[in-house]
C-alpha cells in the first residue's frame, strides 16, 4: 500500500448524500477528497426523476437555507415545477419538481469538480483504515492509501448491491449501464464489519422506462405546472423556465390478473430477495398483493429530461421479467403499444444500523467516522441530502474541535430525520413524511430560511450573498409586523369602503390593523395597497400573512415546544449505569446502555422506554443533584 495523500476529509460516494457531504467539509475550509465509483454517475438520480414533494421538499428547503446545494440545482434541471397540497393549510404545502436528470448530474457534477479544497477521484474504495477506536483513512483496490482523520461512508446502495428482475440477478449498482461501471462494492463490507459495524440488508426498487413516441397520450389525463415561478432555493434567480406536462393513467382488472399469474417469477415473492423493502414505495406486485380490492392504481408518466425519449413510468416498480413488465404495461390506456427502453429492477444492498450513531451522525464506537444517505437505512434522494450536509458540518465542525451542529425536532424536518434515526433506530428503508414531525407548523417549507439561515452562517456555511438575502427578507417582515401592530383603524366611512372593496365585512368598531389581517379574505398585498404600507417582496408579503393567520396555532405550538424542551435540556451523565437502576424495567435497561441518549427527552422517544422508565430516570438525576449539592 502505498500513501498518495493526506486530506482532512474523505468521502466515500457521490451520490446527494456524498456531494452535499463533501461540498460542506471543503465550503468550511478542510482538504476534502470525494470517491466516487464513476466520474459520470456523480449526483445520480437511479430512480424517479424528482425532487421535492410532501415533507421531502421541507428537505430540500431546509438544505437550501444551511447552505447546501440540492435546492440550485434542482431549480435548474427542472422541466416542471408544482406546489402541492395547496388545498390543505402552510404546514403541508410542499414543493416538487420534475428534474431533468442528466442535466441535474451535469450541475452538481461541475459544482463538485470547481468547488475550492475539493478533489473528485474516480475509486473503488476496499478498506475502511480504523486504529485505537479511530479512523485513519480509506484504501482503494488499486492499494493507494488516503489518510484523513474523518471519514464519510455515502455509499447509497452499492455496498454489496444486487440487481434483480424476474430470473436475472448480479452484483451490481443502480442503473447498472455495465457491470465494470455500476459494479458493487464488495470488500469495503467485509471492512465495516471487521471495524465492528453492525449492518441490515435493505432493498428498493424502479419501474421501467418506456419510449416517449410509443404512448398514446390522448388517452391519458395531462398534469401540468403551476403557471407561478417558484423554485426551491432561497437565493434562485430563475424568474421564466420552460415546464412540459406528466401524464396520469391508471391499472386495470387486466393488469393485476397478469401481475398474480406471475408472482412466483417476482424475486420478492419467490425468496430470491433478501432484503426488507420500503413501506410507502411499494412495487405493483405489492400492491396488488396489500391492495387486493382495489380495481386500479394510478400511475404517472413523467419525462426523465427534455433531451430523451424516455418516460418514468411512476407507480410501477417492479422485479418481474422484463417479458412481463412489457405484457403487463400494454393493458394501460396509452401504453398498448409500448416500447420498453429499461427493465425495472429491485436492488439489494448492505447499509448501516443507524443505532451506531450519534446525533452528529458519527459512529459511537469509531471516532471520526461519520454516516449518511442510504447507507443509514433511509430511502430517498432529499434524506440522502440532508444527512450527507450535516454529516459534512459535522466532520468539519470536529476537526476545528467545534461543538456538534445538531437541529432539534423543533428546528427542522432535518432534526426529526436524524432523531428517529439514531433514536429509534429503522426496521425498513425510512421516508420522511409530515406526519413525522410533531410541530409541523413551525416547520414550514416558507420559512426554512427564517429557521435555519442563521445557524448555518453560525457555523460556517453560509456565505455573503445568501446571508445578505436573507437578512434583507427577515428584516422587510420584522417592519411589517411592527407597523401592522401599532396602527389601528377607525370606522370612518373612508376606511369601510376600502375594507368592503377588499371583499370583508364593515368594521364595528376600531381594530388594530393585525387583527384585520387576520381575516381570511385580506392579504398584506391589499392592506398595502389600500392603506399605503410598505411594499414587500412576495415571499415577505407571504409569510407576514402566514405568520398573523396561524399566529394562535404558533403560539401554540412554541409553548409545546417549551415544554418538550425541558426533558430534552435535562442532560443524561456519560457515566450512568442502567444496569443499576433496579428500577428501570430490563428492557429499558438495555436499550438505554445500547443507545446511550444524550438526555431525558432523547430516552422517551426510545421504542421500549415506558413512561415508568423515564420517572426513574428523573428521580435519579435529581438524586444525584442532590448529593452534588450536599458534596
Known sequence: MIVVDHYDVVVVGAGHAGCEAALAAARMGKKTLLATLSMDNIALMPCNPSVGGPAKGHLVREIDALGGQMGIAADEACIQMRMLNTGKGYAVQALR??????????????VVENTENLDVKQLMIDELLVRGGAVEGIVAETGEVFEAPCVILATGTYLR????????????????????????????TDSLVKAGLTLMRFKTGTPARVDRRTIDFSRTEPQYGDEAVRNFSFISPITERQQV????????PRTHQIIRDNLDRSCMFNGTIEGVGPRYCPSIEAKIVRFADKSR???????????T??????????????EIQVAFMQTIPGLEHCKMMRAGYAIEYDCLDPLQLTASLEHKAIKGLFSCGQAN????????????????INAALKLDHRPPFILGRSDAYIGVLIDDLVTKGTTEPYRMMTSRAEYRLLLRQDNADLRLTQKGRNVGLVKDDRYTAFTKKRDEIERALFALSKKNLAPSEENQQKIMAMGSVPLKSSINMMELLRRPEITYEKLQQAFDLEPLSPVAAEEVDVEVKYKGYIDKQKQEVMRAMKLENRLLPDDIDYSALHELSSEAAEKLEKQRPLSIGQASRISGVSPADISVLMVYLESRRRKGEEA
Open 309 to 322: 425519449n424516455e418516460i418514468y413510468v411512476q407507480g410501477m416498480s417492479s422485479s418481474l421479467p422484463a
Open 377 to 392: 437505512g433511509t430511502s430517498g434522494y432529499e434524506e440522502a441530502a440532508a444527512q450527507g450536509l450535516m454529516a459534512g
Open 297 to 307: 392504481h394510478q400511475l404517472f408518466l413523467e419525462p426523465e429530461g427534455l433531451r
Open 245 to 252: 406536462p406528466c401524464y396520469l393513467t391508471y391499472t386495470n
Open 161 to 188: 448491491g444486487r440487481i434483480l428482475y424476474g430470473e436475472v440477478a448480479y452484483m451490481a449498482g443502480p442503473n447498472r449501464t455495465s457491470h465494470r461501471e455500476m459494479r458493487s462494492s464488495m470488500k469495503l
Open 97 to 110: 419538481a420534475q428534474a431533468d436528470k442528466p442535466l441535474y448530474h451535469t450541475i452538481m457534477k461541475e
